[in-house]
């Protein structure tokens, strides 16, 4: 059985992760990729025990006063097991990352150099209610060579711990180790972010709550699966149609994420024209606008905005709206309360569009396209563990060429330096 | 002038260098390649200048009794200020890594996808004695893009600003801000490195107490240029007359460098055979060899390591030896007592190649060639600020691309997600 669970202490399930990954690290792909399947076809003949596990997760969840979006996330159902199980599968199909040469070439005394992904190693993750994240991310740190440690939040506690028993179980023949759940309370969350040189990468997936605990105490690299506070600019020149189209798409499709829309820009020019319907579509998704002077002279009954709304990431169905008076005006106000995810440009003009991608330093940038977009899955990358808005390793989603790093290997029939 | 000047407090220093960082980042190549010459050009008309203020660190140095080998990493002489004038020139002629692409493709609803390199932004590099790379580092950022906040030894104070002061003036045509000396005391590199969003990435270059004063306190991203424990093994195919040179080379090349060999692995069965060549042409070297008992049993008049010796980077004619068994035991011995930067095995043998290429997790794995090799002027990336040996964004040798971030464009005709 590939897992240790969650009575062994952190440091021996680390050991464990650090002896296990020495050993994935050149596992075949077919191996990792029947392991992934058999993950999948043990969850879908287990369904009874995963939703009896989630149940009682569920009671003590009602017990303890959780809200219904809580709940939602927490709840498991025939339907979403067996989604889990298929996003497993989808994983198994992606490509192995590992051993991918990246660059090389023959140096000019014949030394052939060769930079090849290799794993990073030992992948912690720690995430909150959804207790689908505890497959999703053993199953794309595994293929990529990794072994994981995971730690759900105590209130996924039954369905994180049977998910991740029939996960090792499945696995079996992958390493010992490979899989390993961190319980505890809030001191083994800091060994586990304070085990420099066993654990290579911790991935926190939550709110800022989380992020600040993690920030305080980590010692082992930390890659943020990140907020966004994302914005649609409307130049002079754009179809606006298609503006409003991307507005509304970017955010009410799914309030809740990442790379929604938070604030609405809109050049002075085309302010008149474009607002008034804007704000009807938005209003008609039950959209709340707060708006600055220029808006609510469009339109006086648009809340009026704070300075804390511009910086603000909502997660809901909220936007704050400002009238800028030229593409600049809206790079500089991106640069200033963004947090560096997504933002998006709608304009015909080819200058505008040039000078807002190159001006606004955050992961991605769109042209005519909805900020929703960002998104391993959008992006062809398949699965992701999250996005990053960091500038180093990784930028974007996190898929599994990101949980990867890099290594040179070199051949030669006996150079030395001179 | 593209500089601030060390009177400036860090903070103010740093803003201005986010500033100039923001411009930096659109400026054509063309102009970060003639600032680059206008820099080497600057440097040969002032040598007088830049040796006055060397010969006042020298003085305050003998004054305080500083090593022979430290005045000389401090002492610059007219031959060696022009070494780093060619030095800026050779970073000019490098490609230009901003805006590289580095991914892409158009996706089935039609957007079109491009991953392209970006500047970091802000980069720090500490350092220590040598006032050359005041003038390095400062090319390599501004070629990448960068704004460079520069923070060399007090040993080299008036070396260091002068340096400085001159590139600022020459690269007068990048965006005032661009080169930042800090100055002060060990407050101020506190302050530095925890100049959260505003620095983008601080590269300590240096001793190991270097590394310890800001791990300790570092908020921002931090690479060190690493120090480096590196492995030679001698398998039983190898051919020994290779496995000879490259030892030696490998040890005494230049042994105060981070890729220089720190132990000999060999294989019992060409112990007795390889050994006293080996050990007689390292000791023609100068070298002092520190050997297992089943060394001593070949030579007894080899000094018996100790435990600790495994561990050290002696960075000196000094040379750990021990006798293994198989790959397999030198593949342990180099993960369990290596740093990570760069191994080499010298055998015949495809299968041990292979072993020793996968089984060990360092930055740079070597077949039949000397570790003296890891160096980003050899592998054909241009100058280095230094080899990384930690796992994420850059592992081997820091050059202009490890300099960068990246950032994806997508342009799209008015998508929005289903």
Redesign the interface.
Known sequence: MAATLPSTSVLDLALAAKAAA?KL??VPSATKDAALHAIADALEARIPEILEANARDLEAGRENGLSDALMDRLALTDARVRSIAAGARAIAALPDPVGEVVDG?R?ANG?E?R?VR?P??VVAVVYEARPNVTIDAAALALKSGNAVLLRGSSSAAHSNAVLARIAAEAASELPAGSIGLVGGDREALTELAQLEGIV??IIPRGGEGLKKAISAVAKV?V?YAAAGNCHVYVDASA?LA?AE??I???KV?RPGTCNSAETLLVHSDVADRFLPGAIAALRAEGVELRGDERVRTVDPSVNAAVESDWGEEFLALILAVKVVDSVEEAIDHV?EYGSGHSEAIVTNDRSA?RAF???I??????????T???DGG???MGAEIGNST????A??PIGLRELC?????????????A
Request: charged share 20%; glycine share 12%; with cysteine.
């Open positions: 020495r690290a050149t070439g140096l030394l150099v930079k290799v990073l190693g290579d990468l690299p890659i179809d298609a189209r991307i509304v798409n970017a499709q640069n569009a991608q190159l001006g330093d955050s992961a991605c940038i769109y042209v005519n396209a909805s929703r977009f960002t959008e992006f062809g960091q500038k180093l390793h930028r974007g790093s890099t290594r040179y290997l070199v051949e030669g029939d006996g150079q030395v330096r």
